[in-house]
Structures are given as C-alpha cells and as structure tokens.
C-alpha cells in the first residue's frame, strides 16, 4: 500500500483516541477523511467541526456513495479492533473484496519513516509519551506525537511538525498492535497482566513486551523501569537497554523526592548529567516516575538537560489523568482514567497522600466484563482504599456478557465503611443528597459523559 496514492481515507471506529488522531493526520494532509463510530462524543464532535463527515447508524445504507465510486486502490479502509465481528459495515467491505488495516499497521507505516520514540506499558504510557513530546517542543525542537489522550497543553491528540526529527507515539499493547512499529527509542513502563482475552497469561503478555524491546533498530535505546523482566541479550547486538527507576541506583532516577505546595520536587540523576530542583504539578510518585522516563527520551532523543527544567514544571498534564475538575477549598472533584487495579490503587493513594484528613468517594465503572472476572480480587483490594466505594455497571465495550460477572460481584469484598451499587441514573441524586468533599470519577468506560453533569452539580450551577 502507498499512502501517497491515498485519497479517500475511511474509518471504522472514528471517535477512538488513537484512531481520531489518525483522522486529524490525514486531514491535515488533504486527504477526504470519513468514518462510522457507534455514538457522537466531545472528540466526533470536535472532529465534525474540522470537516470530517461522520454517521452513526452501523449499515451499508449509510456508507458514503463516494466509496463506491471511486477505485479501490485510491481507498484505504482503517479499522479499531473494537469493531466487533458482526459489524455491517466492516462486513460490507470485506464482501465487497476492500483490504482492511488496522490502526496500529497504519501508525507503523507513517512512522516509518521518520525517527520514532514509542512509549509503551499496561499504565503510565499516556502521561509518560505526552511528556516527552511537550519536553521536546519545549525545548524549541519540533515534534510528530500520536497520543492516546488530550494534552492539556496543546487541547489535542495529534501534535504535527511540518519539519521534525522525531515522533513520538504512544505504543498500544492491546492485540500486540505495538509489534508493528520499528523504533528508534523506546520505553516499557509496566508490564502488569491486562488484556488477557487477548494474550490468555501473564506469561504471554511479557512476551509480547519483550518482542516490542527486539523491535528496536540498528543502534537503538530501550528505556526500561527497573525490575521489569525484560532480557536485553535477545535485543539486536547494536542496541542498548538501560533502566529508570523513581529511586536507586539505575541508568536514570530521581532522589530527594518531597512535596512542596501540591507539586512534586526531585533531583534527576542521568548518564547525561544532573538535574537538580526539577518541579512536576502532576501529583502522585507514579508520575514522578513517568517524569524521569519522558526526561530519559529527551535527553537521548538529543534534548539538552538544562532545558527540562522549564519542559517539566510548563506541563499540564492530559485529560482524565488525575485531572482536576473542581479544586476549590470546599470540593474537590478528580476525573481519572483509571481502569485496571494498579492504576486504582496509585490514583486513590496519591490522593490520599494530599488530603490525608479528609473523606474520599469514588465512582468507579469497571470496563470489560473479562477485566473485570481476570482481576475482581485485586479491583476490590484497590476500591477497598475509598472511603465511599460506589459502583456503576460494567461497560462492555467490544464484549458480550458474562454470566456471573457484575459490578456488584466486585461490591461483595470491597471492605470501604461504605459501599453501594448505583445505575447511572442514580448517581446525580446521590451526589445531590451527600454533597461529598472528595470525590473520584474512575474508569475507561464511558463515565467521563458523567463529569460535566456532576461538576454542574456540585458547583450547585
């Protein structure tokens, strides 16, 4: 396939964060941008605005008739594996003889070309690639970056250089999309098991970040978190493989870490020098830690070390990444991302950690119904950590039901003084009724449509 000849640009799945940031690629590179998502969002919407036509209804009747007209080869057809099986519309292509790709073969080949930084890991891959890139513009050097949420910095996930030496992209694990992309720098920030209806163990899910490391090219760096079981001697002889870790003794790490004021301060020791007093406004250790990885790829990306400084405490952060919503002396209200109960148990404890006194509430939807049945035991330890555990039903995303599986299955051992079960519906009059101090949005489902209705509420708008 030749993207030059590309003129018509089709996707199954549009409204994706990944997949809307290769909508807005082709975009800006004139090509007819079109797709099919199952329901508007902020981002179809935003999308929509810019000149993309989008519809809603999953049937043939609907797809353009400039698709049927033009030749196949002046087409190319971009699907999320999130599509499920029965779509019409994907069947429609098929039985009409259209090569379908992928997102991830699709990132693979316009990265190809370029100088690429992959960021991968099951948490942390988001904040820690978003931070690279903004690093690398803040250091005066433009950037490419596919990324798999909104910086609040640049309001996007699409950061577009017209000359750049690099691009950064956020490297998906999820049905081993990352094994497309061939980098030049990379990193592994976890390799905690998740998608296991996809990899079936955590055994597979470590060899498949293991084939990401050997994916590296001639003369490539792999920056991997200490004690992750990644074997450098299976990496092409050329490459190099160095660890972070947010204290010790690694390649790159950060010391004399405290709180000051709400913001995190650390000293950043590096092969390339120290960085002494760095300030980061994202609260958490873990974010620290996303720090000194995004800091490891722009120094060896070529950024100089005296530049981090104004890249680090400059940057904002990404939407549902421990994002304030409501930050005032009387409520406090944090959207998060959320999904899986190591990401559970770092948000709930750096909010813990600043506001040690005071009450929390969440509201967590579970996603995935397998998610949900591989780790219930680990989700309610986590949930546990609240004071107020509130459940909504399961998102199912691209899953059918599985019987037995259910948010209230995770309610039962969760240990919280108080817990309940809630629809959606339930949850505004609840908020309304208790009027909570602290209060936690979690998850990766569909419960950020719920954060404008609730900050509406309790700013009693």
């Known amino acids: 396939m030749h993207i030059p000849q590309i003129e018509i640009v ?5 409204g994706g964060i990944g997949m809307s940031a290769l909508a807005r690629y082709f975009h800006h590179h004139g090509k007819i941008v079109l797709g099919y998502d199952k329901t508007p969002t ?11 036509s989008i519809h809603y209804d999953d049937t043939a009747l609907e797809i353009p008739h400039l698709i ?3 030749p196949r080869e002046k087409i190319l057809v971009i ?12 069947n429609w292509f098929l039985e009409n003889g259209f090569e379908l790709k992928k997102r991830s073969e699709i990132l693979g080949l316009i990265t190809a070309s370029s100088n690429t ?6 948490h942390g891959k988001t904040t820690t690639s978003s931070l690279t890139a903004h690093l690398i513009k803040a250091a005066g050097k433009n950037c490419n970056a596919f990324l798999g949420g909104i910086t609040s910095n640049y309001q996007t996930n699409l950061l577009l250089g017209d000359t750049t030496d690099w691009t950064v992209v956020e490297a998906d694990e ?10 030049n720098l990379s990193v592994i920030t976890s390799m905690d098991a998740d998608h296991l209806d996809i990899y079936g163990d955590a055994d597979h899910v470590r060899e498949g970040f293991q084939l990401f490391a050997e994916r590296l090219q001639s003369q490539g760096t792999i920056l991997v978190k200490e004690g992750l079981p990644i074997d450098g001697s299976k990496l092409d002889s050329s490459c190099t493989l160095l660890r972070y870790s947010i204290e010790g003794t690694s390649d790159y790490y950060a010391e004399n870490i405290r709180v000051e004021k709400g913001a995190y301060h650390f000293d950043l020791i590096t092969p390339q020098g120290t960085a002494r007093n760095l300030t980061i406004g994202q609260p958490g250790r873990h974010n620290v830690e996303n720090a000194v990885a995004a800091c490891g790829m722009a120094l060896l990306s070529g950024i100089p070390l005296e530049s981090l400084a104004l890249g680090l405490s400059s940057f904002k952060g990404v939407h549902r990444r421990f994002e304030y919503i409501i930050k005032s002396e009387d409520i406090v209200f944090i959207d998060d991302y959320a999904h899986h109960p190591t990401e559970l148990k770092a948000c709930i404890d750096s909010v813990r950690e600043l506001y040690p ?3 929390i509430t969440g509201i967590f939807q579970p996603h995935l119904y397998t998610r949900t049945r591989d780790f219930a035991a680990d989700f309610s330890a986590s949930l546990s950590l609240l004071d107020t555990c509130i459940l909504i039903p399961i998102y199912p995303a691209r899953e059918l039901p599985i019987e037995g599986v259910s948010s209230e299955m995770l309610l039962v051992d969760v240990t919280s003084p108080e817990k309940l079960l809630l629809e959606k519906s339930e949850v505004l009059p ?23 209705p609730i900050k509406h509420l309790l700013e009693g708008k």
């Open 117 to 122: 930084i992959a960021i991968a890991g099951t």
């Open 357 to 359: 006194d005071q009450k």
């Open 430 to 452: 609840y908020l309304d009724q208790h009027k909570p101090a602290i209060l936690l949005t979690l998850g990766a489902g569909d419960i950020d449509v719920m954060v404008a």
């Open 42 to 52: 902020a981002l179809t919407s935003e999308l929509e605005m810019s000149g993309i």
């Open 79 to 90: 699907y999320t594996p999130a599509i499920p099986k029965d779509s019409n519309e994907k």
């Open 174 to 183: 999820f049905d081993r999309s990352f094994l497309t992309l061939s980098p």
């Open 10 to 14: 089709y996707f199954l799945g549009i």
């Open 68 to 70: 049927k007209v033009t």
